[in-house]
Each structure stands twice: as C-alpha cells, then as structure tokens.
C-alpha cells in the first residue's frame, strides 16, 4: 500500500479544460431533442406569469454582438424568472417588412418594377424566411431558450391581421388622417421616413445671409428697410412664404454702413461681427408682436413674403428672422398654418428642384444650393456666404442625407392623445432610470406619425377611395380587410381588384358607379413592431398584455418603445409595457462604431469557436450595458481567464464531494465547526445579493458577487485549508463531513445561481449533484437563510481575516527573506494587544490549521515580541522556521513524525487516522 492510497484525494470527469466549443452544440442540441424549454414551461404553470416581450430585430444578415448581448441579456432573465417561482415563457420574434429587404434584391437583379407585385412580394418573403431560419441558428447558439419553432413574425398573416386591427380601432377614434405635411424625406430611398430610421453624420453646409426687402412695414419701419434672415438650406429660398418672429423679442430697425435692416436686438453684435458692419447705428426698436403681418418681398420672385409670429424662433443663432417654407419644415408647416401661408415643395421625390422653383427646375436641390446663392447675389440680397460643418439627419440605411418635403401622406395623430401617452409613461419604471425623461421628452416634442411609406414590401394601408377620390376608412372595410389577411396574408392586397377586397354587397355615396381604388402605400415598418403588443402579447395564450418588460438597444426610444407606447396608447389607453430595461451600443475597443465597412466587427461565431458562447454569456454579464459597451477579443481573453477561475474552483468542491450523499452525510447547522458555520452564512449573503441583483436586471453585481466569493472566501480561504482536512482525516469522520456539507451546499447553491448565465456549465455540473431534477435549469432559486446568531459569527470571522490577512503578510515577508517557502514549513507566534487575544480565545477553530502552518502560538500577556517580529496596530508576529520534519502524508512540519513506530514517516495525528483506518497499513506498512 501507498501513503497516497489512504488520502481523500478528490477526483472526477469534471475536466478542467472546459472544451467548450465542441461540447455546447451537443448540449444544445440534447436541449431541444429532450425540449428543456417545453419542460420548464409545463413545470411552471399555475405560477404568476413574468412576460419579457422579444423586440424584433430585422431579418437581414447574421447577428452581430450587439444582438448577442440583447439575446443573452433576455435568456438571463427569462431563466432566472422561470427558476424564481414565474411562468415566463420566451416568444422570439423578427420584423421581415421594409427597405433592407428590397435593396438584398435589388443587389440580386431583382427589380420591383419589372414584375408584378405578388411575385416581388413572394421573393421578399423568400429572402426574409432565410434570414429568419440564419439568424435562429445564431440565436440558439448562445444558448438561448425559448419557442424558437413557434417564433413571431411580422410576415405572418395573424400578425398583420392585429397590426390592421390597430390601424381600424385608431382610424375609429379619428387618429388617422390624410393630410400635406413636411416630412423626413428620403431622396435615395424615395420615400417618408420615420424619426427612428434618422441618424446624424456631420455635413458642410453654405450659410448665409439673406435680405429681404420690406413692402410694408406697417408705419414702423419703411420700404427703405429689409429684413435679414439666415439660413443653412439655400434651396428652399425658392419655397419661402414668410418670415417668422418671435412676439416676445425685441427687434431693431439699425442703419449698418448707410443701409437699414431689421434684426433681434440681441444678435445684433453678432449679425455686426458677421457681415462686417463698421457703422452701425440703432435707430428704434420694437416688439416682435407688433410685427406681425408686416411684408416683405421674396429676394428671387415676384410675391410677397409675410411676417408671421412663431415661438419656435430663438436668440440661438441666426438673426432673430426665420425664413418659413412651410413646404420644408415642421416649425414652418405650424406656424405657417396660423395664417394660410401656401405649403409648397420645391423637389421631387428623388430630390431634383421643380417647376414652383423658377430658375432651378431639373436641378438636383444640393447642386441648387450655388445656384440659389448666385441668384441673391445677383438680385442684391446676399449679405454673406459662409460655410460650417454641423450634424445633419441622414437615412439610417442609405447613409444619404434627408430634406424636409411636404408630401401628402397618411399620418397618425399623436397631439389628439398626447398628454394620455404622457400619463401612460408616468404607471412605467425604467432602467436607466433617465429613459423615463428621454421617452417622455421624445413623446412630448414629436411630431404626429407619418405611416405611410411609398414602398413595395410591407403591410398594405387598408385604405380604399370612391370614384371622387374620397378616402374610405370604415370600421366595415377595415375588419373586412383584417379578415382576408389574416386567412391569406397581406399579398391578397396585391393579387385581387379593389372591389375584390371590400365587403360583399358594399356601396359609398361617393361612388355610386361602384367604382373603387385601394391605396398603394404600405404601413411604416414602426407600426408594424409597434403592434406586436397586439399581434403577440394579447393575441397568444400563453402570453399576457401589458407586457413585464421590454429590453431593447437605447435607440428604441424613438423606435419600438415609442411606436409600441402610441398604438397601444392609442388603442387601449395603457402602455404595453410595465418596465422599460435599455442598453447601450456595442463598439470596437477604440470606442467605434462596429461596421463592416471599417473592419473592425466580432462575429459571435469567432468567438464560439474560440472560446465558447459561455464566454460570451459571461462577458454579457459583467459589462455595464446601461451605456454604450467597447468590446474586443482581448475582452473575451480575459473573460476566458475569468471563468477558468470559476470553473476550477466549481471543479474542486464537486473533485471533493465525490462521496458525499447529501441525505446520510449533511450535518446539521448547529454541529458544524465555527468556520463551516461562517462559511454557510456567507454563502446565504451572497445568495440574497446575487437574487436581488437578478431583480433589478443587475447582472454584473450577480456576477461579480458570485466570483468574489468564489475566488476570495472559498478559494483563498476556505478550500485552500479545506485540503488539510478533506484529503488528510479520515473518510467518514465529523470534520471531513463537515466540510463536505459546506462544499455541497455552495456547489449546488451556485450552480443554481450560475444557471441563468452560465447556462452550458451548470448543466455539465449538474450531474454530479445528483438532484431530482433533469436539469440544473428545471430546478429552483435557492432561497437565502438566515441563522441563529450569525451576527456575532460574521463580526467575529471579519476580525479573524483581518488578522488573518496580517499574518499572511508576515509569511510573504519570510518567504522574501529566504526564512521559509510553502506556509507550512512556517511556525507563527503571535504577541497581540487585548482585541486579538479576545479573538484567538473564543475561537471556536484549529487557527493552525485556518492559516496553514506547522506551528501557531500566542504569546503570553505581558510577554514582549523579539526582534524580527512584524509589527501592527494590534499585534506584533513573528514567523519562524517550523521545528521537526515533514510528515509525508499531510506535509505538516513537525516535532512527532515517527512516534509511532509503525509508521516512521508519519506524524502523529497521520498515523493515528491510518492505524484506525487502513488495517492492510498496520500489517504490511508502505511501499517504498
């Protein structure tokens, strides 16, 4: 027989190298062969439902890491709600309409012009199922759970039958309306865009200074004055209408180097430095309201242009004067609408000037700028050309910039119920608690909706007009409409006649020829995920309306979660969702923006198969993503370091539970060691932290409280001395049981904890545990415990690591100075003040054994530290080599290694344990 023949030397299968590459796809795949998620469900009903409502993301390429994060963050919740005592199914979901898909096609050849539309329709539904089944594949390799054979999608003829039911119920409060307005127009998309399809790049725009020559100045000023304006668009000079003031400014008529213009009086310093005035004199002055009505005369043509009041003009920049096209621009379409000014739009669809801009007609409206500016030049009305570069609204797919363009177009009203969405977000909490105020202000300073977009691929307005041309929205139509598409998907819009779509029997007094058209704009794609509440949420049983939570990307202020808040506002008067949960973007380790155009993008992918989808989980966990997330594959490194030293830990306790059943061998609270009792105390702190956390969607303090006590209490402290006792008493004795209970209980208590994001390695773990339960993800939350007296136990053991952490610097400090190596061959003696001395006392431990050395003793009162003692404020300690030799089974230095003479290598607590142990020892002795 050996000596290490009579240790407890923990083994297992539980490999150290995780492998995690190779194994997580057949995990997954044993996942949904043996139908987890269906599982969990099934043994959560009859429990109070948690709905965390999927936002849709766009079915076009396989996904990135921002929608990694997004994925993971989702599949952390969900499953720890499911394993918290909550019903919460997972229902993914994709938006398939839109823009995005018919550029893949055009890029394939395929042009919506030159077919008939239900075949355009038809390969737009091809291309986006196949995005659909790509992006599912990448999903389900991360690990997420969910219904991913019964997802939802907007494309899908119950979806779009509720997203036209929405529209009826808001067209039947009057929400909906047919008008001429500016809108965000899209010259390279050649249609209406929504704020949230909007992003910002900095441009070089021509500024300038415009005179506009008065006409009647109402007997305060004369037709020897002009205004001046300024401006950064010189295209929409040609659309002007009028001049806006604000009534509650004042305003000077000056005479600047012999002529006379009208300015604020406050930027009248500026407009001086500007233009160059050398000579300036004020020559009265006067308020903004008693402007009004004045007239001036357009600098190009011959029509005047009105003085109007307006509260949108401010003392920012420019000259206090607003030029007002109402045909290019919302504050001049509102305060143009005052006073009748003419709504014109100077461009076309794709951007070139027309025939109501004289001069410029054909042009394309950039190329008019110059050509503008060289007009008022000409005619005397240019007082400066400047140019500055400023942030410009862009179309987020084409990356060209946007014009304001009065078009006629389907709006829905959000100032009809603007201050019920107001109230609504007031019944929602969010996190970051500042997305409250950013939906608020969005909500309160926006526009009403444009929804329609002149596109091919999307939900049809179900809108018809009588022969007159007047627009029909009936409750009759409209549900008539939702009937038909809901049996045969929205293509039927395209396939039949406009009296193929009405109601059978149906007549208008506006066509009493029974004649009919059908509109031929389709739904902005924000109604379209904007009605999920109603097409998924209310619309499938085992879902619930209003949502708990919807977690999305920042951007969704002015996306899903606004255009979710209006419909459902709109329809049912509550918001769809009770919490708000937002993150930031994912950028490149320099702080940019990931796109493929840089180079600089992480595929998922390349890191699952370097290192695994649970790294990437674990990364999930630890990064702030209330703000925007830098991520690189130096991140994932380290984060791969961070879960060896997780696992290698949860290796150790489940190596050294081997034996232990947890039914025989668990000893009580009350009979455990004073450290063992501590130990569970912590453990149960770290569980009521870690569900806390996991309540407020906090996952890095889950993760961080979870690897601190791994790390610092169990695998610094107490496995590290665990080994003295677990590998060295005998199998079955009280102190080896002891900490086998300990070990157990936080091994199964974490795991559990880890399940939600470390969802791959729980389960490998699980197993070992022997629990009821198939999986560690059928299993419940561990319930946080508190103990009699743990108190005074939490105070006593803080004091005793403290103490703890000074004799370990002592023991460095006798390792550099070549006194000792390993702790063991130390012996510690310990002067202390009164403090520590009362602590080492009542100590209920082995405080030898607790600091792993050979030797430990506490001086007598009174008694003064030698020379070479370390000194602190509460004890002096001295470190010196251990006496005696080394006990080749535990390794303890020692004074006794020998006394019995059977075994003349061990000490004398080893050879008592083998001499009661291992009789084949007693009788043959080792081998050599």
């Known amino acids: 027989m050996k000596v290490k023949d009579t240790l407890n030397l923990g083994h297992t299968d539980f490999k150290m190298r995780a492998g995690l590459p190779n194994k997580e796809p057949k995990m997954q795949a044993a996942w949904e062969e043996n139908h987890l998620y269906e599982m969990r469900q099934k043994l959560n009903e009859g429990k109070p439902a948690f709905i965390l409502h999927d936002g849709p993301p766009f079915a076009n390429g396989n996904i990135h890491m921002g929608h990694a994060l997004n994925k993971i963050s989702k599949d952390i919740i969900v499953r720890y709600k499911s394993m918290n005592g909550f019903r919460a199914p997972y229902v993914p979901g994709w938006d398939t309409h839109g823009l995005p898909i018919e550029q893949q096609l055009a890029k394939k050849g395929v042009h919506r012009k030159e077919m008939p539309m239900d075949e355009y329709r038809e390969l737009c539904r091809q291309f986006a199922m196949k995005e659909i089944e790509k992006q599912r594949t990448d999903f389900k390799r991360l690990g997420v759970l969910g219904d991913w054979d019964h997802p939802y999608i907007t494309l899908q003829p119950k979806f779009e039958e509720q997203e036209i039911r929405v529209f009826g119920a808001m067209a039947e409060k009057g929400y909906i309306y047919h008008g001429l307005k500016p809108v965000y127009w899209s010259w390279s998309s050649e249609s209406t865009l929504a704020e949230a399809?909007?992003?910002?790049?900095?441009?070089?725009?021509?500024?300038?200074?415009?005179?506009?020559?008065?006409?009647?100045?109402?007997?305060?000023?004369?037709?020897?004055?002009?205004?001046?304006?300024?401006?950064?668009?010189?295209?929409?000079?040609?659309?002007?209408?009028?001049?806006?003031?604000?009534?509650?400014?004042?305003?000077?008529?000056?005479?600047?180097?012999?002529?006379?213009?009208?300015?604020?009086?406050?930027?009248?310093?500026?407009?001086k430095e500007a233009l160059g005035w050398n000579d300036v004199a004020v020559l009265k002055t006067f308020s903004g309201k008693d402007m009004e009505r004045m007239v001036a005369k357009h600098p190009l043509y011959?029509?005047?242009?009105?003085?109007?009041?307006?509260?949108?003009?401010?003392?920012?920049?420019?000259?206090?004067?607003?030029?007002?096209?109402?045909?290019?621009?919302?504050?001049?379409?509102?305060?143009?609408?005052?006073?009748?000014?003419?709504?014109?739009?100077?461009?076309?669809?794709?951007?070139?000037?027309?025939?109501?801009?004289?001069?410029?007609?054909?042009?394309?409206?950039?190329?008019?700028?110059?050509?503008?500016?060289?007009?008022?030049?000409?005619?005397?009305?240019?007082?400066?050309?400047?140019?500055?570069?400023?942030?410009?609204?862009?179309?987020?797919?084409?990356?060209?910039?946007?014009?304001?363009?009065?078009?006629?177009?389907?709006?829905?009203?959000?100032?009809?119920?603007?201050?019920?969405?107001?109230?609504?977000?007031?019944?929602?909490?969010?996190?970051?608690?500042?997305?409250?105020t950013r939906l608020y202000n969005m909500i309160r300073d926006r526009g009403d909706w444009v929804i329609s977009r002149q596109r091919a691929w999307g939900v049809p307005l179900p809108i018809f007009y009588a022969e007159d041309g007047t627009p029909i929205l009936e409750k009759e139509t409209i549900d008539h409409v939702a009937d038909l598409f809901g049996k045969y998907g929205s293509i039927v819009w395209s396939q039949r006649e406009a009296k193929d779509l009405l109601p059978a029997g149906y007549t208008n007094v506006h066509s009493p020829n029974g004649k009919f058209t059908k509109e031929t704009d389709i739904m902005d794609v924000w109604f379209d995920s904007g009605s999920s509440w109603a097409g998924v949420a209310e619309a499938r049983p085992e879902l619930e309306y209003p949502t708990d939570l919807y977690l999305e990307g920042s951007d969704q202020y002015r996306g899903w979660f606004n255009s979710s808040l209006i419909t459902s506002v709109a329809v049912n008067g509550v918001a769809p969702y009770k919490q708000v949960l937002s993150q930031g973007f994912t950028l490149d380790g320099e702080g940019r923006k990931m796109s493929k155009s840089l180079g600089n993008t992480i595929a998922p992918d390349k890191v699952e198969n370097q290192y695994g989808a649970e790294i990437i989980r674990l990364w999930a966990a630890t990064v702030d993503s209330s703000s925007d997330v830098r991520v690189s594959m130096d991140n994932f490194a380290q984060t791969s370091e961070a879960y060896r030293k997780i696992r290698n830990t949860l290796r150790f306790m489940i190596a050294n539970t081997g034996d232990f059943d947890e039914k025989t061998d668990t000893v009580p609270f009350s009979q455990l060691g004073s450290v063992d009792q501590y130990m569970l105390v912590r453990l149960n702190q770290v569980i009521k932290t870690a569900k806390a956390a996991y309540d407020k969607y906090d996952f890095a303090t889950v993760e961080k409280t979870i690897s601190s006590f791994l790390v610092n209490d169990l695998s610094a402290f107490y496995l590290d001395f665990a080994k003295d006792v677990v590998y060295i008493e005998a199998e079955k004795s009280l102190a080896r049981r002891r900490m086998q209970t300990v070990m157990f209980e936080a091994l199964l208590d974490l795991t559990k904890l880890l399940t939600p994001i470390l969802a791959h390695t729980a389960e490998e773990i699980w197993p070992y545990l022997r629990q009821p339960e198939q999986y560690a993800a059928l299993s419940n939350m561990p319930e946080a415990q508190d103990f009699a007296g743990q108190d005074d136990l939490l105070k006593q053991w803080s004091a005793f690591m403290s103490f703890r952490a000074e004799v370990q610097k002592s023991l460095e400090m006798a390792r550099d100075a070549k006194l000792i190596g390993k702790s063991m061959e130390a012996a510690v003696t310990v002067y202390p003040q009164n403090s520590v001395r009362t602590l080492l006392a009542g100590l209920d431990a082995n405080v030898m054994q607790l600091l792993i050395t050979s030797g430990f003793a506490v001086a007598a009162d009174g008694e003064s530290a030698p020379a070479g003692a370390v000194h602190f404020d509460d004890a002096d300690i001295l470190v010196e080599h251990a006496q005696g030799d080394v006990c080749q089974r535990c390794r303890m230095t020692t004074t006794d290694v020998g006394a019995d003479k059977r075994f003349p290598t061990l000490c004398g607590r080893c050879a008592k344990i083998v001499a009661e142990n291992f009789p084949e020892a007693v009788e043959n002795g080792f081998e050599a």
Request: glycine share 8%; hydrophobic share 40%; no cysteine.
């Open 197 to 271: 399809e909007i992003e910002y790049h900095d441009v070089k725009s021509p500024s300038i200074y415009v005179a506009f020559p008065v006409k009647d100045g109402k007997g305060i000023i004369g037709t020897d004055t002009s205004f001046i304006i300024w401006t950064t668009t010189p295209w929409t000079i040609p659309a002007n209408q009028g001049i806006a003031v604000n009534p509650r400014f004042e305003y000077a008529q000056v005479e600047a180097d012999g002529k006379k213009y009208v300015v604020a009086s406050e930027r009248l310093q500026v407009v």
């Open 302 to 436: 011959d029509r005047d242009s009105l003085v109007i009041l307006g509260d949108h003009v401010t003392l920012d920049s420019g000259t206090g004067l607003v030029h007002t096209a109402p045909g290019h621009g919302e504050d001049d379409y509102k305060a143009g609408m005052n006073y009748d000014l003419p709504v014109v739009s100077v461009v076309d669809a794709k951007g070139f000037m027309t025939k109501d801009a004289p001069g410029f007609e054909g042009v394309f409206y950039d190329k008019a700028n110059p050509m503008v500016t060289k007009a008022l030049e000409e005619k005397g009305a240019l007082l400066k050309l400047d140019f500055f570069t400023h942030s410009y609204p862009h179309d987020w797919r084409t990356k060209k910039p946007v014009i304001f363009r009065a078009t006629t177009q389907w709006f829905a009203s959000v100032d009809a119920f603007r201050q019920q969405i107001l109230d609504a977000i007031d019944n929602v909490s969010f996190t970051p608690s500042w997305g409250k």
